[in-house]
């Protein structure tokens, strides 16, 4: 695979390191950029622990909750600006209610709202507004207690993060400093047993290869490991974080003195995981000229 300059810069800036160093991650890795990354912490060239995906689509994520379910749907577009269209946020608010009816993003599609299904009433919209769009996504949450942030919102109730979370005891005023804290820290699950396992798996392996590369004796790596695993697990669970709000205390031990119990959370942000292929300026004026 060819080494362009864009895809060194994309993996600079995600990683800090050097132009070089970048360029030799993506020549040893044949350009996987996921592997390049592993590469560069392997030999202490980029401190970042978990990468997270280009967001690229545009749209907004809508929270809705009916007593104890709560619900978060994303409605992606083409353009930020459609974004801050009122029609458009209008539909997406509509899409949210609905939403607390079904269980998943296909039911979603071919619910009722006024006469129409989800899916037509889009469809519609696309050719009003002129411009692609789609329900790509949805999470429901139900809990004795279920609050809703967004942040950054541009009207009630949608922006581009949404999160939910599910308490048992405790308040709204708690379940929002918690809420703001996975916006801001956006863990990878709630405790250390919802954690994939490939991830840890892949994490371990990380941290192995960079304990050798210290060159020191396996029984000290050993022990390396479980320090490091220890702190990455901290890192990577809600329950485990050290709270926003109180440094102190980890989230969990915050909500305990709160009398509270963390059931579960949702975390949704726009594009979250969507590549979109971008060709470099002149290829683009190339492909204009010759069409």
């Known amino acids: 695979m060819a080494i362009t300059a864009a895809l060194v810069k994309e993996l600079r800036d995600s990683t800090g390191a050097g132009m070089m160093d970048s360029k030799k991650a993506l020549t040893e890795t044949n350009g996987d950029m996921e592997a390049a990354v592993d590469w560069l912490r392997t030999k202490g060239l980029a401190k970042a622990a978990k990468k997270s995906g280009r967001t690229a689509a545009e749209g907004l994520v809508a929270v809705a909750v009916d007593g104890n379910k709560g619900v978060a749907v994303e409605v992606n577009s083409e353009t930020d600006f459609v974004g801050k269209n009122a029609e458009f946020q209008e539909m997406v ?3 949210a209610k609905v939403a607390l009816g079904v269980d998943d993003v296909d039911a979603l599609n071919s619910a009722d709202m006024g006469g129409k299904t989800v899916a037509e009433v889009v469809t519609a919209k696309v050719a009003t507004i002129g411009e692609n769009m789609s329900v790509r996504r949805m999470s429901s949450l139900e809990g004795d207690v279920v609050v809703s942030y967004v942040h ?3 009207t009630a109730g949608m922006g581009k993060i949404g999160v939910l979370v599910a308490l048992s005891g405790g308040d709204e005023a708690l379940g929002k400093q918690i809420a703001m804290h996975i916006a ?7 405790s250390e047993a ?11 392996q990380v941290q192995m290869d960079i304990a050798r590369e210290s060159g020191k004796p396996e029984a000290v790596i050993e022990k390396m490991i479980v320090g490091r695993m220890k702190k990455f697990i901290a890192e990577s669970t809600l329950l485990n974080q050290s709270f926003v709000v109180n440094p102190d205390l980890t989230v969990e031990a915050a909500a305990k003195e709160a009398g509270a119990t963390i059931t579960g959370f949702i975390r949704l942000e726009v594009g979250e995981g969507i590549e979109v292929v971008k060709e470099d300026f002149a290829a683009e004026v190339a492909k204009v000229s010759q069409g």
């Open 184 to 190: 801001a820290v956006n863990p990878a699950a709630l």
């Open 194 to 204: 919802d954690l994939d396992a490939a991830v840890v798996e892949k994490e371990k």
């Open 93 to 95: 608010g509509g899409i």
């Open 152 to 154: 950054n919102s541009v």
